[in-house]
């Protein structure tokens, strides 16, 4: 199903049957971005509604000829980036490195086979696993896109803190991914 100009022009009117196509189809594209934030489905669909409602308000200033899947995601993703920033002060604190050179040695990439063996959901599983920050910096950084000033910016962190969360992220998921790789191979012998 694809989301028509008509489709949404009728939302901005409280049709409320196209608000409920608009709800269905943007529930199938954006809640695997909350979920990529939130560590449990009723967090998740908690912050899909609340960016589903700055999407319904966003339509009466949108144009007509947007790409509305790419809207949506832009809006929700910052939606999720302002839940975190109301958040912020429940989220736990993390020690900030002074090193750069700890920074630099630990935002290099590693290949591991046990990524390319563990596909998608399972990566992303652990991933829920990581501190709230480092996973949300992780989330940003590899899966949006976003730079590490834009993120710092956003999260309203230093440069240097945001690329320290990356690299424990990666830190913490090549271990992960280690002890699962040694786990297959104890299972196959």
């Not at 990529?36 to 960016?51: L, T, V, W």
Request: charged content about 30%; some cysteine; glycine content about 4%.
């Amino acid at each position: 199903m694809d989301i028509t100009p008509e489709i949404l022009k009728a939302c901005t009117r409280d049709d409320r049957k196209a608000i409920n196509l608009l709800y269905e189809y943007g529930f199938r594209i954006l809640m695997p971005i909350c979920f990529r934030y939130n560590n449990n489905e009723e967090d998740a669909r908690a912050s899909f509604n609340a960016g589903f409602i700055k999407i319904l308000k966003g339509l009466e200033k949108a144009d007509e000829k947007i790409n509305f899947d790419a809207w949506a995601k832009r809006i929700m993703v910052n939606s999720l980036i302002d839940e975190y920033r109301k958040n912020k002060k429940y989220n736990a604190r993390i020690a900030r490195s002074d090193s750069e050179a700890e920074l630099d040695y630990y935002s290099t990439g590693h290949n591991n086979e046990a990524e390319s063996n563990l596909g998608y959901e399972n990566i992303m599983m652990l991933v829920k696993e990581l501190p709230t920050t480092t996973a949300h910096v992780f989330n940003l950084y590899v899966i949006e896109g976003y730079t590490h000033k834009e993120i710092g910016e956003q999260l309203e962190m230093s440069e240097g803190t945001s690329k320290w969360h990356l690299s424990t992220a990666r830190k913490l998921l090549r271990e992960k991914l280690d002890r699962l790789e040694n786990q297959n191979q104890r299972m196959v012998i």
